[in-house]
């Protein structure tokens, strides 16, 4: 589950980053789909690599930072 959950993460996040970035650096028109899919080729990797290793930080700094009030 924990592998589902970082994939998921990561696709949806590399191409909402991937479509802002984009889109605010070069503009909107016709290219920026084909623009945003050449980024988000390389983003989502990356993402999904990321969000596998900062999961255990970030576990952490919930657990640290939230009251267990049941």
Known sequence: MPWVFAFYMAAIMALLMCTVIIASNTGIDGGLPLRILRA???AMPVAFA???LVRPL???LVRLSVRDGG
């Open 40 to 42: 988000y080729v390389l």
């Open 50 to 52: 990321c969000v596998l």
């Open 58 to 60: 970030v576990g952490r």
